[in-house]
């Protein structure tokens, strides 16, 4: 095998070969490179829009979200106090039918005089 030897001149000649080569090719993607910044810069700029529609339709989206949670929580607050007041005429029907079964069992015994006082508690319910 043959052996090289490096001179000083070859190695200065090598990196000026190389040092105007990269000039060159910069030179030239300068050039180009100003296109292709235009290039991203309008795709940038369309993805930017592309990204502002989006978000304009997500906050309308969300918008409308509150809007049903809204609605359907008013239709909670209803149910809530529709079976609030089925639960008390419940309650009250469940305590005349046993005011009536006491005055029912007060006359099978014959104490009318508890019964009397039984039918006036059931008069002031139905009132109520």
């Known amino acids: 095998m043959r052996m090289r030897i490096f001179s000083m001149r ?3 000649a090598r990196m000026v070969l190389g040092k105007s080569r990269l000039n060159i090719q910069y030179k030239h993607k300068k050039k180009n ?3 292709d910044l235009n290039v991203k810069y309008r795709r940038l700029k369309a993805d930017i829009e592309e990204i502002g529609k989006k978000q304009k339709s997500i906050k309308e ?10 609605a359907i929580e008013m239709g909670c607050q209803v149910l809530k106090k529709e079976t609030e007041l089925i639960t008390q005429r419940s309650a009250l029907t469940h305590l005349r039918l046993a005011l009536l079964f006491h005055i029912l069992k007060a006359r099978e ?3 009318f005089a508890k019964a009397a006082q039984l039918t006036q508690w059931l008069r002031l319910i139905y009132v109520c």
Not at 61 to 70: H, L, P, Y
Request: no cysteine.
């Open 33 to 35: 490179g100003t296109k």
């Open 109 to 111: 015994e014959g104490d």
């Open 61 to 70: 989206g969300q918008s409308q979200v509150r809007e049903k949670f809204k």
């Open 10 to 12: 070859r190695r200065v």
